[in-house]
């Protein structure tokens, strides 16, 4: 298993460590992903059309943020008989390593015409503090 990249590589663009698990050996495909930074937050969209906000399962687990779906095949008896079928959901999983200038409390996540937005917000900035010392 590779492991996951921390969040700053992939603003430099170095994909090489990315986690692409599959499910139990079920064909698996990388979800492409965009990545966009403000003045006060991340924001990780992944391309997943054809879902529902219920199949998705974004976790954060010890600094790593975890994207998934994991497709459940049904077994169902047709009297349709198709001829072609090119439209099949494949499970898929993301990982990327949190810096400690996300706000893992406060992810979230939105999921519109095909793209799931989670949004990572940065830690707000302590400003330095003056300290007084007394001469002994």
Do not use: C
């Amino acid at each position: 298993m590779a492991h996951p990249i921390h969040f700053t590589q992939l603003l430099d663009g170095i994909f090489g460590n990315e986690t692409d698990l599959n499910f139990y050996n079920k064909p698996s495909r990388k979800a492409s992903v965009n990545i966009k930074e403000t003045a006060d937050l991340y924001e990780v969209q992944v391309a997943a059309p054809g879902l529902k906000k219920e199949d998705f399962k974004i976790e954060v687990d010890k600094n790593v943020l975890t994207v998934s779906f994991e497709h459940q095949e049904e077994a169902k008896e047709s009297a349709e008989k198709w001829l072609r079928q090119e439209f099949k959901m494949q499970s898929f999983l993301r990982s990327f390593t949190l810096t400690d200038s996300i706000d893992a409390e406060a992810i979230g996540a939105t999921y519109d015409n095909g793209i799931l937005s989670v949004r990572l917000p940065k830690k707000e900035k302590e400003a330095p503090k003056t300290v007084s010392i007394s001469v002994q």
